[in-house]
Nanobody, 128 residues
Framework: VQLVESGGGLVQDGGSLRLSCVASARFFSTTALGWFRQAPGKEREFVAAISWSGTNTGYADSLKGRFTISRDNAKNIVYLQMDSLKSGDTAVYYC??????????????????????WGQGTLVTVSS
């Protein structure tokens, strides 16, 4: 499975960005997906996740209400809509995937070690 993120860039404080991640997965529709981020000098942290059915989503507590994850199984794409961006959101954002056909469509995963496939990351810089 190959994951390719896009949509990162420079945005001003309070602005919005939408990240996209295209997956070359034959069985994308049964793949659980997540977004993580890593700021310079910090560990990779969970941002958001979505079950393979798209019916269930999870977010880092600090990001609830500002970030929204969604997926389009027909296009093999997962999105991360980021609103009201702050300088503290500056990081490299990574898309991750996990085959989840043995799980119900309500499961999503929030720990990096639970994911098998990772994209190369896309840089988001928020200027204050």
């Amino acid at each position: 499975v190959q994951l390719v993120e896009s949509g990162g860039g420079l945005v001003q404080d309070g602005g919005s960005l939408r990240l996209s991640c295209v997956a070359s997965a034959r069985f994308f529709s049964t793949t659980a997906l997540g977004w993580f981020r890593q700021a310079p000098g910090k560990e990779r942290e969970f941002v958001a996740a979505i079950s393979w059915s798209g019916t269930n989503t999870g977010y880092a507590d600090s990001l609830k209400g500002r970030f929204t994850i969604s997926r389009d199984n027909a296009k093999n794409i997962v999105y991360l809509q980021m609103d009201s961006l702050k300088s503290g959101d500056t990081a490299v954002y990574y898309c991750a995937a996990k085959s989840a056909s043995s799980y119900s469509g309500t499961y999503y995963f929030i720990r990096p070690y639970e994911y098998t496939y990772w994209g190369q990351g896309t840089l988001v810089t928020v200027s204050s």
